[in-house]
């Protein structure tokens, strides 16, 4: 028996499953914490040093004799983070994050630099947005210039993990497409942008490799640091996004993901690159040979959670609260923006309560308008999606969120798709563990595709099929043309 295992470091916490892809069947899970910066400026940020730790922190939870059997690793990571290294592989100074909020400067610069957004758009398929890696490498040119005369590597997160285990400095195509600094379309490096930020910029990008070769294989260093066998394949692996649409089975046209976390996605497969004039949609590729366009939000489950901690409610009674709350909230519409905003592209944007009157501020009516906005983050993207030609099916929801049923309904209508959840919880890690496997295989001269692989291994919960409700999902248009109300109005103030 051999196992394949799948790391997923987000942005709260570490987690690794341990799969038997014989019988079908998870050995193990193991979770360590990660804390975070954050400063009113909109600094998000987290020291490398805390994602070793916490990668020790599983393995040495999970029995050895089960980590024995380990064959093959894969590795998911939270998207955009910039993990600077010296010459010999040390982290210079913490990790800017997907969240960070503070390069809005740069992004204009860089905007401005490249000729404009649609100078960009042709150059590589992407804004230059907040949340992406190429301003956060120009902000640190800018604020810390004796901490950039000694930069020699540029990560990302699941790169570094993929370094701790290898010694190797390399990437993937899903999440490189994600540092703003990638042509999406041929699959490269662009010098051209790189060389707006430094001209030896180029040389301090990993070297890139399809999503299913292998990153390397466990060096001794790492066999010792964290208990596991020496030689195991770790394969390429991929952004946290891009590992979740394999572990929910999103690797064909038609379907989509909604993670419903601390930050919202809604991404689908495309068999050829998806580049929205708007912006709204990023054009990713993803990590199994084709495309992923995604809308990202950094604030879904963030107001449902800041309600909640506010009223001192349990999860369990603010899903009841919001449940005796009509469609709608009786007009009370939450703007969850305490993140600042990728999408819209709000980075000084700010959350509020509006609509608010002596009869309709309540309890019932805050938890439910906290909890409907992150769906009408989410119904941005489907409206991009939707413009751009591609014709959805249904929508497959992971995160958090998934676990509420009401959330699962509001998806339903918001979006009047059918909505089902996938029977492993953890979607990045369980589509690192499945990514692994077609990476060992593939090495072992089986050339099965990633769409087989899913079909044998990524279940769906019995039972979990929501169908939108037709007179729910007319409530709803009314319920987000109010929303979107109060977004076009406000949005002006944080621009």
């Not at 004796?146 to 930069?151: E, G, T, V």
């Not at 800041?306 to 005796?324: C, D, F, K, T, Y």
């Not at 990476?439 to 001269?445: D, K, L, N």
């Not at 990524?458 to 319920?479: K, Q």
Request: with cysteine; aromatic share 8%.
């Amino acid at each position: 028996m051999y196992s394949v295992c799948g790391i997923d470091l987000g942005t709260q916490s570490c987690k690794i499953i341990l799969y038997d892809p014989g019988a079908k069947r998870i050995l193990a899970k193991a979770q360590a914490p990660l804390d975070i910066i954050a400063e009113n400026n909109g600094t998000r940020e987290q020291k490398a040093e805390w994602y070793e730790a916490a990668l020790a922190d599983c393995f040495a939870a999970i029995d050895p004799g089960l980590r024995a059997t380990i064959a093959a690793i894969g590795v998911s990571g939270q998207q955009h983070g910039f993990v600077p290294l010296d010459a010999e592989g040390k982290a210079i100074r913490p990790v800017k994050l997907w969240n960070d909020t503070s390069t809005a400067v740069e992004c204009a610069e860089l905007t401005s630099s490249a000729g404009g957004q649609a100078a960009l758009l042709a150059e590589t398929g992407l804004l230059m947005l907040p949340g992406y890696t190429a301003p956060k490498i120009l902000w640190l040119k800018k604020h810390e210039p004796q901490a950039y005369a000694r930069l020699r590597h540029v990560l990302l997160p699941h790169d570094y993990v993929n370094f701790l285990l290898t010694s190797n400095y390399v990437t993937e195509y899903g999440d490189a497409s994600g540092t703003a600094l990638f042509d999406v379309r041929v699959r490269r490096w662009s010098r051209r942008i790189s060389d707006l930020i430094d001209p030896q910029l180029i040389d301090f990008l990993p070297s890139l490799i399809g999503p299913d070769k292998p990153a390397g294989r466990v060096s001794a260093k790492a066999a010792q640091r964290f208990g596991i066998p020496e030689g195991a394949l770790v394969a390429a692996g991929g952004g946290d996004n891009m590992m979740s649409a394999i572990g929910t089975g999103t690797v064909r046209d038609g379907f989509l993901t909604m993670s419903l976390g601390t930050s919202g996605t809604l991404y689908g497969y495309s068999d050829r690159p998806v580049v929205d004039p708007e912006g709204n949609l990023a054009a990713f590729c993803s990590s199994t040979g084709g495309w992923l366009p995604l809308l990202c939000t950094m604030n879904c489950t963030v107001a449902s959670e800041q309600v909640r901690a506010l009223l001192g409610m349990s999860i369990e009674e603010l899903n009841a609260r919001a449940e005796a709350a009509p469609i709608g909230a009786e007009g009370l519409v939450v703007l969850p923006f305490f993140n600042g905003e990728r999408i819209p592209n709000l980075p000084n944007g700010r959350a509020s309560i509006n609509g608010a009157t002596a009869a309709n501020f309540s309890k019932e009516n805050l938890a439910r308008a906290a909890m409907e906005a992150a769906i009408f983050g989410m119904r941005i993207g489907l409206e991009s999606f939707r413009k751009l030609g591609f014709a959805a099916q249904e929508i497959r929801l992971a995160g958090g969120g998934a676990k509420s049923r009401l959330w699962r309904q509001i998806a339903a209508n918001v979006t009047g798709l059918p909505v089902r959840v996938p029977e492993e919880e953890e979607a990045a890690a369980f589509g690192a563990a499945i990514q692994a496997l077609w990476c060992f295989e593939q090495a072992s001269g089986k050339k099965k595709g990633i769409e087989e692989l899913v079909d044998e291994h990524v279940a769906l919960r019995d039972g979990s099929t929501v169908e939108p409700e037709p007179e729910s999902v007319a409530r709803y248009e009314e319920a987000y043309a109010n929303y979107s109300k109060y977004l076009a109005a406000l949005s002006l103030l944080y621009r």
